[in-house]
């Protein structure tokens, strides 16, 4: 398990060390292989820890460098978000209300987050969708949260294309105008650890907020 997080964290990291092997390796068949990776984060809440933000990113630069084409990354990644979010909210809606704690779903979900989660969900609605594919973990559990509530499904559907055009679009596209700049190029695990950084504090204020409001 311990060497399962290692690697994670170390593809994460040095992710663009690992596409420059898969592009090798793979070719055109490494639109595929990055597809299935975003679908599969925004898919399956139960994977809410693979990379996002730094992947989308780290192809844009190859994008830029001719390595991969923009228009088919930016096509990939979009129909892989909203594909991956449509299938999570109806997860959600079929199974939603009946995890327990102590059952195997139940134990595969991280029910802390999914709380903060359904917390966010109630407290922002359907903009929640929006706002959460820029914040790394809730944004998996958000269209599950979604579809257990049972919201109108063209309702989600309408801010879930809108949150991927946003996200896959503003993501790639930095990659592609700023990754192959000097001081960026030179320093690629650091700024993936920053952009990593800067996603995650919207959540961790959106959790001391709620923390205050509980408290008082």
């Known amino acids: 398990m311990i060497s399962m997080i290692e690697y994670i964290i170390s593809f994460i990291v040095h992710i663009d060390q690992h596409l420059v092997e898969i592009i090798r390796d793979f070719g055109n068949w490494t639109y595929g292989i990055l597809f299935a990776i975003v679908f599969v984060e925004t898919g399956l809440v139960i994977f809410p820890f693979l990379p ?75 903009k929640t969708i929006v706002i959460a594919r820029f914040m790394p973990f809730i944004r998996t559990f958000i269209p599950f949260v979604a579809g257990a509530s049972r919201m109108k499904y063209s309702y989600f559907l309408m801010y879930n294309i809108v949150g991927a055009a946003l996200w896959v679009g503003s993501c790639t596209l930095l990659g592609y105008f700023f990754g192959n700049i000097p001081i960026v190029k030179e320093n690629f695990s650091t ?26």
């Open 52 to 126: 996002g933000d730094s992947l989308l990113f780290a192809a844009g630069t190859f994008a830029a460098i001719g390595s991969l084409s923009l228009p088919t990354l930016l096509l990939v990644f979009f129909f892989a978000a909203v594909i991956g979010d449509s299938l999570n909210y109806e997860i959600g809606k079929k199974v939603g209300t009946t995890i327990r704690p102590g059952t195997l779903m139940g134990k595969m979900i991280n029910q802390e987050k999914m709380n903060k989660a359904e917390a966010f969900f109630n407290k922002h609605g359907g």
């Open 191 to 216: 700024v993936l650890i920053v952009i990593i950084f800067l996603s995650v504090i919207p959540a961790f204020v959106g959790f001391i907020k709620s923390r205050k409001s509980t408290t008082s």
